[in-house]
Structures are given as structure tokens and as C-alpha cells.
């Protein structure tokens, strides 16, 4: 399994509807379970920063994730952009391979 981890900063007035769009319930883990080997959203708020976010998709393997790119591209495109206005900040931190087994 990998890990694709982000980091968000939410504008203020956009709090609750970047909830709403990156929980493990919201509009991209939907878009996001369109592929069989898309395994789950965790959604993290850091306690001394209220409005900063890391959300960490998990997906079966390393090919899982551009595999799902390149058959939803438009979909994840047109989603992105709408998402672009809740947000001050996203950075992608990166993606990481679960070592623990």
C-alpha cells in the first residue's frame, strides 16, 4: 500500500466546505472510489493551526494512483479546480510505501 500525503491550508471562510470536499466521506474519496484499488481517505487537522490540514489518500500500489489519473483525468481535473477556492495553500508532501510488514 502507498501513502499520498498532502498539506492544506483552508481559507477561513471556506472551512467547512473543504471538509466537506476532502473527508473520507467527501466529493475526491467519491471521485477517488470510481478505482478498485483506492483504499481510503484520512482527513488530519493539526491542533495548533485549526485551518491547516493534511489528508492522506491510500491506494493499493505505486501504479495505482497515475493509473486512476489517466482514466479519470477530466473528472479529477474539473474537481481540482473547483476545490482551488477553498484553499490558501496545497502542497504535496509526498508519497510514501507502508515499511512496517
Given amino acids: 500500500m502507498i501513502r499520498i500525503v498532502w498539506r492544506f491550508k483552508a481559507k477561513p471562510e471556506k472551512a467547512q466546505e473543504f471538509l466537506h470536499a476532502y473527508s473520507w466521506t467527501g466529493k475526491w474519496a467519491m471521485l477517488f472510489r470510481r478505482s478498485p484499488d483506492y483504499q481510503g481517505t484520512i ?12 489528508v492522506i489518500d491510500r491506494w493499493a500500489n505505486v501504479e495505482a494512483f ?3 489519473r489517466h482514466e479519470f483525468g477530466a473528472e479529477y481535473d474539473r474537481l481540482d479546480q473547483q476545490c482551488t477556492e477553498l484553499t490558501e495553500e496545497e502542497t504535496l508532501i509526498g508519497t510514501f510505501s507502508d515499511e512496517s510488514g
Fill in 43 to 54: 482527513l488530519l487537522r493539526d491542533t495548533t493551526a485549526p485551518l491547516t490540514f493534511l
Fill in 66 to 68: 497515475p493509473r486512476f
